[in-house]
């Protein structure tokens, strides 16, 4: 209770002392909400509509360490701004130098002096114009901070709301670090897809889910063709360029709910929901296109890549595992490559291969 701040107890009503019992109980059910999701980015999503509500702010941005190679921290997720994902604060900003000795939230003037007198952020302030600017803070080193514009009726901050957000950033702060580590538990550090282990798992339980709910799924493996001759030609550091571009396709050229994953060396695994095979060709298709229509640049030379893919929709008749699945579709890739190479193959009687 002694961190109440402006807050005296024995002055306050009956009415004053209920609200400041709903609001810690409010945050609360928000912190055991937040440490329950640790899916990275519906963690970081959450968090920004949680400040929306309960702020009644329309615009809020977060902007988080997750380059290993510096302390800069880049914007991750944003909601009403309408800003360039590759906005970042610099190691080195006035900004981040204030919170490595500080740790308290900061409000207008002072965000105007350490950011919009400062070169490295000056641009960025006028854009984003933040009212408010909260750390989050883990194991005493700063992981990220929270910008809120004005409030929608532009009313001023009070120190209700700066101890609310007190709260929420350390509730905040060990969801997103927890979310972190298990991200990297899960995501392969070179391509950002899952890996291996986590796929297993996934598809796993998205069969079960399938069959109980009498839903199509399709599985995707893929095959880098020819990727000895890229490596053996151009180098080990090259050949990781090349499996990062494919990484990087595959995650934009799939819907939001589907799982592309890392299986193994240079082959990738996709798993899409609520997707027949007919639809699963037509998806497998479009990845196969996008990388035969990519320039791969490795260190000014301009190769051209391609892959395989086979592809197999889930039958609870045959398969009674995830293996027997992944067995199938391997049939299918290794159709592909046997015929020629940067085609797409399935694993049915009716299927008609790309």
């Given at each position: 209770m002694s961190e109440l701040k402006d807050y005296?107890?024995?002055?306050?009503?009956?009415?004053?002392?209920?609200?400041?019992?709903?609001d810690f109980q409010n945050l609360i059910e928000i912190g055991i909400s937040l440490s329950s999701n640790l899916e990275f980015s519906s963690l970081v999503?959450?968090?920004?509509?949680?400040?929306?509500?309960?702020?009644?702010?329309?615009k809020v941005a977060m902007f988080l360490h997750v380059n290993l190679d510096n302390e800069d921290l880049n914007l991750y997720m944003e909601r009403g701004f309408n800003i360039n994902q590759e906005w970042k604060i610099p190691e080195k900003s006035a900004m981040?130098?204030?919170?490595?000795?500080?740790?308290?939230?900061?409000?207008?003037?002072?965000?105007?002096?350490?950011?919009?007198?400062?070169?490295?952020?000056?641009?960025?302030?006028?854009?984003l114009k933040p009212e408010i600017v909260i750390p989050l803070f883990s194991k005493n080193a700063l992981n990220g901070l929270i910008f809120m514009s004005r409030k929608i009726m532009e009313t001023p901050y009070t120190a209700k709301d700066i101890l609310f957000l007190e709260k929420l950033s350390k509730f905040a702060s060990i969801a997103v670090e927890n979310s972190r580590l298990y991200r990297m538990a899960t995501i392969d550090r070179m391509t950002g897809l899952f890996i291996h282990h986590y796929?297993?798992?996934?598809?796993?339980?998205?069969?079960?889910?399938?069959?109980?709910?009498?839903?199509?799924?399709?599985?995707?493996?893929?095959?880098?063709d020819h990727f000895k001759r890229v490596n053996d030609t151009y180098g080990h550091l090259n050949g990781d360029t090349v499996l990062k571009i494919i990484a990087s396709i595959i995650h934009q050229n799939i819907r939001v709910f589907d799982m592309a994953s890392r299986y193994g060396g240079e082959e990738f695994a996709v798993i899409l929901t609520d997707t027949d095979e007919e639809l699963g060709l037509k998806i497998a298709e479009r990845l196969r296109a996008k990388v035969e229509e990519a320039d791969f640049d490795l260190n000014g030379t301009k190769i051209k890549v391609t892959i395989s893919i086979g592809v197999a929709q889930f039958n609870p008749e045959v398969d009674d595992s995830a293996d027997s699945i992944i067995a199938r579709a391997d049939m299918?890739?290794?159709?592909?490559?046997?015929?020629?190479?940067?085609r797409v193959c399935c694993n049915s009687k009716d299927c008609r291969s790309k």
């Open positions: 005296i107890l024995a002055d306050m009503s009956k009415e004053e002392l209920e609200r400041l019992v709903f999503e959450s968090i920004l509509y949680i400040c929306i509500g309960q702020m009644l702010v329309d981040l130098q204030y919170f490595y000795k500080k740790s308290d939230i900061i409000v207008g003037d002072i965000i105007e002096e350490l950011m919009g007198e400062d070169e490295e952020t000056a641009e960025l302030f006028s854009i796929f297993k798992e996934r598809l796993a339980e998205e069969l079960k889910r399938a069959e109980r709910n009498k839903k199509d799924l399709t599985l995707l493996m893929l095959d880098i299918a890739l290794y159709q592909a490559k046997n015929t020629g190479r940067n």
